[in-house]
């Protein structure tokens, strides 16, 4: 089924990931469940409040699940939902030709007076799940 909203299937994946920080956010949670916390140190320079609302939208756009255990102090996690671990996937070769492309991307930045953020030194993809009750 093809909308009349969107010109190609381009248009729509970019209404759902436009913003700065939504597309990395889907690349760190891929094959992860991770808390708030994790999540920003992975992205590096994002402020709470962006991270919050990013994930708001991503969550209320159905890319993310927002998983809270009713614990005090709260105990919050985020994963994709199938919607978003099969965009997630579709990413991975964009992800490889950044990559790939890394040095002359840095070059074109660098051209235009854009420096790149530093890269997190974790990789939080070898957490736990969690074994008590999940709230959706």
Known sequence: MTSDRFGC????????????????VLFHLNGSRLRF??????????????LSQQLQQLVADGLVTRI??????????????????????ALRPLCQWGTTNMDRIDSISRSR????????????????????????
Do not use: C, F, N
């Open 37 to 50: 916390g994790e999540l920003r140190r992975a992205l590096g320079s994002v402020t709470e409040k962006m």
């Open 68 to 89: 809270d255990y009713g614990t005090v102090p709260p105990r919050v996690e985020y994963e994709l939902t199938d919607l978003g671990a099969d965009l997630s996937e």
């Open 113 to 136: 007076g854009i420096r790149p953020q530093s890269a997190p030194e974790e990789t939080l993809h070898d957490q736990k799940k969690p074994t008590t009750h999940i709230q959706p």
């Open 9 to 24: 299937g381009l248009e729509a994946v970019l209404d759902l990931v436009s913003g700065k920080w939504k597309l990395l």
